[in-house]
């Protein structure tokens, strides 16, 4: 089963039969997150969200808690915007992670846990999204370009997924994939 925290309620809820979800300030219940956490839970996930939470650290204090407490083995993918993510999102969310922000993390960790870092997306990948969303959207003030032509953006899309894929660049990563596992 799955159990999903948000800040909003979503009518998209009820389609899922094995999933429950929590409306939840998550900044305003920092310090009893995991009393929200089910009990014999083994997969923590967050995708675009850490940016938005102005106490992130305390999610992992509290992860760590759970982990330390129930010594089970417990694996951790988090989804977060590199610096690079600023030209694309402009001033989106508190945050983006970059190495500072991603040592915080690490140290709470490091001592028990495997970590790893994953960069997702490069500069063909940016330079895409960067005209067909950035650009219209928020400078121009006009339609997102995926909409107005999808078969084009598509095509693009796709080779520009495997130019990055050849290059491997870390700098150009748009977001990082930040796994951390713990073995119990």
């Not at 925290?5 to 039969?17: A, R």
């Not at 330390?68 to 951790?76: D, G, H, I």
Request: aromatic share 14%; hydrophobic share 35%.
């Amino acid at each position: 089963s799955y159990t999903g925290i948000d800040l909003q309620e979503s009518s998209k809820w009820k389609n899922y039969t094995n999933a429950s979800f929590i409306k939840l300030d998550i900044d305003k219940n920092i310090d009893n997150l995991k009393s929200f956490f089910p009990e014999k839970i083994n997969f923590f996930m967050s995708q675009s969200a850490l940016e938005h939470i102005k106490y992130d650290l305390g999610i992992f204090t509290q992860i760590k808690e759970y982990i330390l407490k129930n010594k089970r083995p417990v694996t951790q993918i988090h989804l977060v915007p590199a610096p690079e993510s600023l030209k694309l999102y402009l001033t989106h969310g508190y945050r983006q992670y970059g190495q500072s922000a991603l040592n915080k993390i690490i140290n709470i960790f490091k001592d028990f846990c495997d970590i790893r870092i994953f960069g997702l997306c490069g500069e063909n990948c940016n330079d895409l999204h960067y005209k067909y969303i950035t650009e219209p959207i928020y400078y121009l003030k006009a339609s997102d370009k995926r909409e107005v032509y999808p078969s084009q953006y598509n095509e693009q899309l796709k080779k520009s997924i495997e130019e990055d894929m050849k290059k491997q660049s870390i700098t150009s990563a748009c977001f990082w994939a930040l796994t951390i596992n713990y073995k119990g």
